[in-house]
């Protein structure tokens, strides 16, 4: 059984940084693409950030020159730095990612969620 465990998470003032990680752990072949989302109160889950194996980043245009998704292999991780944060990025931010446990079998996990508010 694979477990995504985030941390990182917390309050900050508009303007301010965060840097959230997720570490991947248990028996797997290799990871795919790995990915941020965000879920606001009574508003459904959204995609931040996602990023490939070979590196290749997309960012949801509301995050865009402010965030940055990035991963280590090694330790297979995936972090967020998350800069000039604002109110409206106020949410639970989950990871997630492909778990390849043989070349044609994957499987999605989804991290517990750790809370970011941005308030003064």
């Known amino acids: 059984q694979v477990q995504l465990v985030e941390s990182g998470g917390g309050l900050v003032q508009p303007g301010g940084s965060l840097r959230l990680s997720c570490a991947a752990s248990g028996t797997m072949f290799s990871i795919g693409v790995m990915g941020w989302y965000r879920q606001a109160p009574g508003e459904q889950r959204e995609l931040v950030a996602t990023i490939t194996s070979g590196g290749t980043t997309h960012y949801a245009d509301s995050v865009k020159g402010r965030f940055t998704i990035s991963r280590d292999s090694a330790k297979n991780t995936e972090y967020l730095q998350m800069n000039s944060l604002k109110p409206e990025d106020t949410a639970v931010y989950y990871c997630?990612?492909?778990?390849?446990?043989?070349?044609?079998?994957?499987?999605?996990?989804w991290g517990q969620g750790t809370q970011v508010t941005v308030s003064s």
């Open positions: 997630k990612a492909e778990i390849r446990y043989s070349r044609f079998v994957t499987r999605d996990y």
